[in-house]
């Protein structure tokens, strides 16, 4: 039976509308409404990190805890209202996330070249990514047309982030929830090569776990107390904390992991392996890290109808 022109119009509408509804992330999602879009992050990111080195391990965490809880829809950006209390004051992101005014001043020009039409969980996926570039490390092509959440939930956070006290296994099984394997673990792990971290999460493991170099531990203990000075801080990687590199798998084979969740990746179980290629190959170490956060960055992501693209991101349209 022959089709006629408006009826095969109507169908095609149809099938987009369908397409759209049951979106797909793509990497060329806004080259037609708004091409400005790399750009922008890219230059705001690079006056960020100029500023500040460590705003790019700063931003690429704030990506990880956004993406853990109900996956990848800036739900960890929205402040706190009447009607939820969001992600931002969870356990493991009370004053400890930071960036949040990167993110807006993204947003404000972003919105100024393109009302209403990039979302922040985009926004923040591409800032991501040009961190991790700008402090020397991979760059990776990020799939966008993700939608903003309308809501966050402390009690979600604090369920799904995993702990500085965890053991490998527990790792690997909270991964394993969000889709990831052991392989995307410990290589989405060596993004502490950048960063810090507060003593009242190495406390227990410098001064309580034997899997670790007691000179190292020493250092540590200098700035973190067994008691008190919980919010000093260290560098997650003690040789080169500014510079996306491979050096905090030297330190794990080393037994400097600052963590005890870091240490556990090299202590006498099924990672040692990986960690060791990634130790002795940098190119190994980006290549995974890259298809990781690729892999990581589409985790339960909110498309076509749900959500919506949020004005700013601190808060629903």
Not at 25 to 33: E, I, Q
């Amino acid at each position: 039976m022959a089709v006629s022109r408006k009826t095969f119009l109507t169908l095609l509408l149809l099938s987009l509308l369908a397409s759209a509804a049951n979106g797909q992330l793509s990497t060329s999602f806004y080259d037609r409404t708004c091409p400005m879009l790399p750009g922008i992050v890219r230059s705001v990111m690079a006056q960020a990190v100029f500023q500040d080195r460590r705003m790019g391990a700063s931003i690429l965490r704030l990506f990880f805890h956004d993406c853990f809880v109900n996956g990848c829809d800036a739900s960890v950006l929205l402040d706190d209202t009447r009607t939820f209390t969001g992600e931002k004051n969870a356990n493991g992101n009370t004053n400890s996330l930071r960036g949040f005014e990167v993110i807006d001043a993204i947003k404000t020009l972003v919105e100024a070249a393109c009302n209403a039409t990039v979302s922040c969980a985009d926004i923040l996926a591409l800032a991501a990514r040009d961190g991790v570039v700008l402090l020397g490390g991979p760059t990776w092509l990020v799939p966008l047309g993700r939608r903003d959440a309308r809501t966050a939930s402390i009690f979600a956070a604090n369920a799904n982030l995993p702990l500085a006290s965890s053991s490998l296994s527990d790792l690997i099984s909270l991964f394993a929830g969000k889709g990831l394997d052991a392989r995307d673990l410990t290589a989405l792990s060596g993004a502490h090569t950048i960063g810090q971290a507060q003593c009242v999460n190495f406390r227990p493991h410098i001064y309580g776990d034997l899997n670790i170099d007691p000179g190292f531990a020493a250092l540590r203990r200098q700035t973190c107390p067994a008691f008190g000075g919980d919010g000093n801080l260290a560098p997650l990687d003690l040789q080169t904390p500014v510079s996306f590199d491979n050096r905090y798998y030297q330190n794990l084979v080393a037994g400097r992991g600052l963590l005890h969740s870091d240490q556990e990746l090299f202590n006498g179980g099924s990672q040692d392996s990986l960690v060791r290629l990634y130790n002795s190959s940098t190119l190994a170490f980006f290549t995974d890290f890259a298809a990781a956060m690729v892999k990581m960055g589409n985790i339960s992501p909110l498309t076509g109808w749900p959500g919506e693209i949020r004005l700013s991101c601190r808060k629903v349209n």
